[in-house]
């Protein structure tokens, strides 16, 4: 919301309501991913959303965009301990619409490392970051909460692709999120 917008206390409170609840339906990626949490995942999306992760890892739709979690290649990453670790998103609300740019680190154990001891702690062989990506989540406010309609996946890799997505973030229709 504008800053140099005159807006009553109620707005003010709902711009909150609003940023908290996107931060929840954001940071649920992560461990809905990790678990396989199919009937999560098809609440977080609208019916005919879109999701595409680059190259030919793409799907519309909620059942389809949730069936990916169900692919044995997933399950079996699961199993291995994959861990997606995502950083506090940005978000940019417009009424009911809203985009959030966020990063999203895929970690995965280290089966061939030294095992370290750390006190306290245990001893491990530590995780390695697989790779690091931009998101790009497009939302929409429904009778039953934000949902995602779009989600645009890229490994930040020096390309274009990746760094539109967080250059967006910065754009100054942006500037007053």
């Known amino acids: 919301m504008p800053t140099d917008v005159a807006t009553t206390i109620e707005d003010r ?12 339906l954001i940071a649920s990626h992560p461990p809905s991913s990790d678990t396989g ?8 999306f609208v019916d005919d959303a879109k999701l595409d992760l680059g190259g030919d890892k793409s799907a519309t739709g909620k059942g389809p965009i949730s069936d990916i979690v169900k692919r044995p290649s997933h399950q079996e ?48 062989r530590g995780y390695r970051i697989h790779r690091v990506g931009a998101n790009r989540w497009e939302l929409l406010r429904t009778p039953q909460g934000w949902k995602i309609e779009r989600r645009v996946y890229r490994t930040l890799d020096g390309s274009d692709p990746a760094l539109d997505i967080l250059r967006q973030a910065l754009a100054p229709s942006h500037a007053n999120a």
Do not use: C
């Open 77 to 124: 990453a699961i199993k291995a301990g994959l861990a997606h670790f995502a950083g506090l998103p940005h978000v940019t609300i417009d009424g009911d619409r809203a985009v959030v740019t966020s990063y999203l680190q895929i970690l995965a154990p280290h089966p061939t490392a030294d095992v370290i001891e750390v006190p306290g702690h245990g001893a491990s």
């Open 13 to 24: 409170l709902r711009a909150i309501e609003d940023r908290l609840e996107i931060y929840n």
């Open 37 to 44: 949490a199919q009937s999560h995942i098809q609440t977080m």
